[in-house]
């Protein structure tokens, strides 16, 4: 009796070594960020970069930025951050730079 559940342990071992104890790993899933997620993402990541806040729309993946920024550089920053996040799949840019008085 004891040989015998023996050797099931080492068969159970064995198995779990070979398959790398996939049925113990939670199971990866295909999911996207949600839109809102992916809109705090950005708008975060703008927060951390020291750049104006500017307006984030978000649906299905594809940002819509506005609003007004300081410069072309703040505002290639700015798509590029936007870029960045995962699941992003479109970035439309319509930021306005401000105008010097």
């Known amino acids: 009796m004891k040989k015998g559940l023996s050797c099931l342990l080492c068969l159970a071992l064995a198995f779990c ?3 790398g104890c ?4 939670p ?8 839109d809102t997620v992916i809109a705090s993402e950005i708008r ?3 927060e951390q970069a020291g750049l104006p806040p500017v ?3 978000v649906l299905d993946g594809r940002v ?3 609003g007004t920024v300081p410069s072309q550089e703040a505002k290639q920053k700015i798509v590029a951050l936007a870029k960045s996040v ?3 799949v479109l970035v ?3 930021l306005q730079l401000q105008k010097i008085r």
Do not use: M, N, W, Y
């Open 55 to 57: 307006r984030v729309f």
């Open 17 to 19: 070594i070979l398959h």
């Open 86 to 88: 995962e699941d992003v």
């Open 27 to 34: 199971q990866e899933t295909d999911e996207k960020l949600s």
């Open 22 to 25: 996939s049925f113990l790993r």
């Open 64 to 66: 819509t930025l506005s």
């Open 44 to 46: 975060a990541r703008i």
């Open 92 to 94: 439309t840019a319509d």
